[in-house]
Structure formats: structure tokens, C-alpha cells
């Protein structure tokens, strides 16, 4: 169940295709032995018009990859690497790019999926 959540300074949407960067980042999770259920991937990107960085250029896109518990640290270091890569692709004049794992709990966790 990985959910990506991109956050980026407003104006790349304008040099970038965020939708085909979405895409293309689920595709590349979907196809990763690490991913048992591909179905489940989510990813979403949304522009931000207030925020400051410490660069002169502020651009810049961040992603929190949201997992369930469990995978040891190499698979998140893969999957991470995996994700910046795809973002390197679609947007490589911003000035800054990361990508950041969480753990998601099974217990306490809820949702709803239509087949």
C-alpha cells in the first residue's frame, strides 16, 4: 500500500508534466519485487505557491513514500532511489530533489477499496 505524496514549488508544473511524473512513478513501483500488491500504489503530487528554501533557486519537489511496517532499510533505500530517479527525469532544473521514507502501521489503519 505505497502512497507517494510529492510536494513542489509552484512554477514546475509549468516545465514539468506532474501528471506524467505520477505515472511513471507508479509504473516504475509497479514493476519493483518489493511491491507484492501494485494495484495499492498511490501517487499524488501538489503544488505549493508559499514556501522557502535556502537556495538561491527555491525550487524544488519532495516526496514522502508512505509504506507498510516491515521492509528492512535496504528495500526503502531501493525504493526511495527508485522514486528520486523518476523525479531527476521530469524535473532536472530543480534546484532541489528528495524523497523521504515513513513507516505506515497495520494496526490502527483503515480503508475502503472497490474492486
Known amino acids: ?14 516545465t514539468a508534466d506532474m501528471q506524467q ?10 514493476k519493483d519485487d518489493s511491491i507484492p500488491a501494485p494495484k495499492n500504489i498511490r501517487v499524488r503530487a501538489r503544488a505549493h505557491d508559499y ?5 538561491d533557486d527555491q525550487s524544488f519537489a519532495h516526496a514522502d ?8 532499510d535496504a528495500t526503502k533505500t531501493h525504493m526511495c ?4 530517479s523518476v523525479m531527476e527525469k521530469h524535473l532536472p532544473h530543480a534546484a532541489s530533489l528528495s524523497v ?8 490502527g489503519s483503515a480503508k475502503r477499496m472497490k474492486e
Open 1 to 14: 500500500m505505497p502512497h507517494v505524496v510529492i510536494d513542489f514549488s509552484a512554477g514546475l508544473e509549468g
Open 100 to 107: 523521504y521514507p515513513y513507516d505506515i502501521a497495520k494496526s
Open 21 to 30: 511524473m505520477c505515472l511513471d512513478i507508479r509504473d516504475a513501483l509497479a
Open 51 to 55: 514556501f522557502a528554501t535556502g537556495f
Open 65 to 72: 513514500f508512505h509504506m507498510l511496517i516491515g521492509r528492512d
Open 81 to 84: 532511489a527508485l522514486v528520486l
